[in-house]
Antibody
Framework: EVQLVESGGGLVKPGGSLRLSCAAS????????MNWVRQAPGKGLEWVSS????????YYADSVKGRFTISRDNAKNSLYLQMNSLRAEDTAVYYC????????????WGQGTLVTVSS | EIVMTQSPATLSVSPGERATLSCRAS??????LAWYQQKPGQAPRLLIY???TRATGIPARFSGSGSGTEFTLTISSLQSEDFAVYYC??????????FGQGTKVEIK
């Protein structure tokens, strides 16, 4: 069974940093591209960042480019999101999601971790 | 950026009735369109991809249609577990994938 479990969320002040993790199991993690998708409270879904299976290709939404860094450790079956210079508008539930049959198609999602940016 | 517009924002339907949800793209996304279901406090679940292919384990009462810029998700006979928010998403414009704002299907 595919499982994705996020952790690392919490309350942080504007300008602060946070590192999210996503632990994967139930599939060959090193064979799949992975993504982060976020959802602000009461709002819709927003794609944040993508990383290919070997970390060769990395992409970011314009809203986080230069502030967030995605990475992965295939030996540990883990995905990460380093978030710096956090803003109030980054407040959201952050989901990690596996890419399925096509790039940008998210076939499995974690339960999410809440990041709150507030003073 | 491709803007995805869903309608209506809220759909009130009685159990057993048919629900029809619409999604429009600001430019053609071919058939690279997915639908997700999200229940309160849960992660989204993939329902449909390729505009019309059901994901693994998705009941046959869910069907998708359309191509280009106009898409439809139909739930043929609503069950209690189907009341949720539904999002469409284009994955044609790589890697700028975008979602619609969602349609909430509520009990009438």
């Amino acid at each position: 069974e595919v499982q994705l479990v996020e952790s690392g969320g919490g309350l942080v002040k504007p300008g602060g940093s946070l590192r999210l993790s996503c632990a994967a199991s139930g599939f060959t993690f090193s064979s799949y591209s992975m993504n982060w998708v976020r959802q602000a409270p009461g709002k819709g879904l927003e794609w944040v960042s993508s990383i290919s299976s070997s970390s060769s290709y990395i992409y970011y939404a314009d809203s986080v480019k230069g502030r967030f860094t995605i990475s992965r450790d295939n030996a540990k079956n883990s995905l990460y999101l380093q978030m710096n210079s956090l803003r109030a508008e980054d407040t959201a539930v952050y989901y990690c999601a596996r890419v399925g049959a096509a790039a940008g198609l998210f076939d499995y999602w974690g339960q999410g971790t809440l990041v709150t940016v507030s003073s | 950026e491709i803007v995805m517009t869903q309608s209506p924002a809220t759909l009130s339907v009685s159990p057993g009735e048919r629900a029809t949800l619409s999604c429009r793209a600001s430019q053609s996304v071919s058939s690279n369109l997915a639908w997700y279901q999200q229940k309160p406090g849960q992660a989204p679940r993939l329902l449909i991809y390729g505009a019309s292919t059901r994901a693994t384990g998705i009941p046959a009462r869910f069907s998708g249609s359309g191509s280009g810029t106009e898409f439809t998700l139909t739930i043929s006979s609503l069950q209690s577990e189907d009341f949720a928010v539904y999002y469409c998403q284009q994955y044609n414009n790589w890697p700028r994938w975008t979602f619609g704002q969602g349609t909430k299907v509520e009990i009438k």
